[in-house]
């Protein structure tokens, strides 16, 4: 059991170490440590610094980590050479009113493709089996089912499991938020989390304002719950435009704002801490709720980019949404939400819509994210998908046409490409279809047309080299389309 103290140590010495780390990244990031460049061995940065060996390890591993330094065996720490440098694409600039959403039968179609064992999937963003530590979230399960003998046969009533939501809590820390566990829901899943937020705080016909592109799936949700959409401005790196978003809100009627601050989908943007600061503070302002996703908080790179705007919501307008299936263990089907003033209302409606849940996960879920392990294991997914996400830009700047757009997210599993010479993704995309391959067409992804060019790429999947032969061969595609 740790207590306030612990918190309180560990958390000193969290800082120490990120500290350093941030003050390194500064130095390559502005050049003052050129790429390839020799670094210091973890003795002299230790040394350096002032600090334990163990301190300095960590704060190399969290430079590591965000993809600024190498390790090269024999040789010592390394400026990590970054990938080839593609250009981003431009900020989104979508229509300033609200439009009806129409978007679930091409999703459905794209989704059933993109889950075929017989297509090599860039469609979905399901991370597979072998991201996860698979051994440790088995024996969390049997571990439940032999100390909770009973709960198979125990009719499981309220928001969910009370340890769980203590074990929500706590990992809400890691996000600079205070929860309070009576006031968590348990709930199926992210998505159902923030239907439950939407449905607690607008009425059909009202207006929701959201990214440019926007997850699909939100759109479904919109569109299911007869509500428009207003998309609203936002930079392939650096998220929503708070300034084009309070237009909207001095303009429109907007009742509701639904935003992934952290990694968004498809864009993979993430929010500066001042953004999410100032978010947080007009959505108080204007008294309007805010429903935050934050499903890829712990995958982002840096620290900062891991802190949701709930850490700085003091009026309660912040509905956030979260859960495990992206990082820790999908099969559980296990979501949260905290609704802020709206707790008592979306409590409500989640026990009308589909009561508790099967306590037995919820337990073997709550030791899972208590365990010591978890965040190793998200440090090593970080990992895996950063050199992935690498290798997978490489192969697009070297096959895909010449005036390709990408972004370069900090983190996360999802890159969103722009095609050039006006080539038409639905295109694309049923050409590599004939070739057993799936992609997402940008159309998916607005209740507009306007990303008809691009397409959004997934690499959470199976990474070998049928799948970057498979990349190869959707750039090869592109490339013959456009008479290249
Ligand atoms: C931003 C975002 N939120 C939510 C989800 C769905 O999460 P869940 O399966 O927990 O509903 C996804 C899945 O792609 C997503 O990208």
Redesign the pocket.
Known sequence: MTTATDDLSRSTSDTLYLQIAERLARSIRSGTLARGARIPSVRELARQQGVSPSTAVQAYRALEDARLIEARPRSGYFVAARPARLPEPEPSAPPASSLAVDVSSLAEQVLKLAMSPDHISFG???PSADLFQQERIRRAVSRAAQRHRASLCTYPVGPGHLDLRRAIARHALRMGCQLEPHQLVVT?????S?SLCLRAVTRPGDVVALESPT?F?FLEILESLHLRALEIPTHPRTGLSLDALQLAFDTQPVKAVLA?PTL??PLGSSMTLADRRRLAQMCGQQGIPLVE?V??NDLAEQEDKRRAVKAFDSSGHVMICG????TVA?GLRL?WLEAGRWSTEVQRLKAVQSGAHTELLEHAMADVLTQPGQESAFRQMRATVAARMDAARHLIAESFPKGTRVTDPAGGF?LWVELPGGLDSMVLSQACLERRICIAPGTMFSATDRFRHCIRLGFGGRWDETQQAALREVGAIARRLLGG
């Open positions: 979905a963003v399901c199926n899943s992210c998505l159902e923030i997850h799936s992934v968004s989908n996703d499903i890829y859960s495990f299936s992206k999908p979501g999802i």
